[in-house]
């Protein structure tokens, strides 16, 4: 079976595949510190809710945007796993030509997406990724990665905000039921909430301006699901897009070891 990790800067997403079959999948809050014993309590307890153990693993695939986290995750599949996970970078993606002047800056996150949404969409895309940053990644018609544009996430703006302003409260991010706020948090979740939107809105129309051609948006993260149904400016909400590129990604790697094999 794969153990597919995505490691995001705030959260991480482990999934579980049986061939191509999805069979469980668990989000935790991303940790630098944790080590591969740990990770393998965790994950231990995890899989057994589902039927499953450590040793059901046969292979490893990781995507991390935070390097710390990686010494841990490599020595959790080595040791408990028995293999060399494949670890995402910008130069060992089968089939994924990255076009932008510097690749080895293009995040495996963002090349993971590119992946996972030219599979199920085709091209040419706008990934609309929401999480600790909010990133517009073009996709090409031939599934290249092409660029974007990187912004402050949702959360991370609204931190801000509460740190930088001594009056201003924390507050929970959620539709306000009318733009004019009445009071400071009912102004407050109009700027964030609908000044998000536009900003999405405003950013996915220059890019279509200067692209100069019909291009499709998809929007993915774990902050998507917030603006489902409030813009149209998104063609497709898809929530499992990260995952399902590392499955491609590893469904890519295989196929190119069995032709060297054959080959040789």
Known sequence: MLLAIDVGNTNSVIALFDG?????????STSTVRTADEYAVWLSQLMGMADY??????????????????????????RYFEREPFVIGHDNVPGLEVRITKPSEAGAD?????????????????????????????VGADGAFE????????????????????????IAIEKPEKIIGTDTVGAMQTGVYWGYICLIEGLIEKIKIEYGQ?????????????FEGQTK????????????GLLEIHKRIKAARAQNADVN
């Open 20 to 28: 191509e079959k999805p069979v469980a999948q668990w989000r935790s």
């Open 53 to 78: 153990q450590l040793s059901d693993v046969s292979e490893c695939i990781i995507s991390t945007v935070v390097p710390q986290s990686l010494f841990h995750l490599r020595n959790l599949s080595r």
């Open 110 to 138: 963002r090349l993971v997406n590119a992946v996972g949404a030219f599979t199920a969409h085709g091209g040419p895309l706008i990934v609309v990724d929401s999480g600790t940053a909010t990133n517009f990644d073009i």
């Open 147 to 170: 660029g974007g544009v990187l912004a402050p996430g949702i959360n991370l703006s609204m931190q801000a905000l509460h740190e930088a302003a001594a009056r201003l409260p924390r």
């Open 214 to 226: 019909s291009i499709k948006v998809v929007a993915t993260g774990g902050i998507a699901s917030l």
């Open 233 to 244: 400016a998104i063609d497709v909400f898809d929530h499992d897009l990260t995952i399902r």
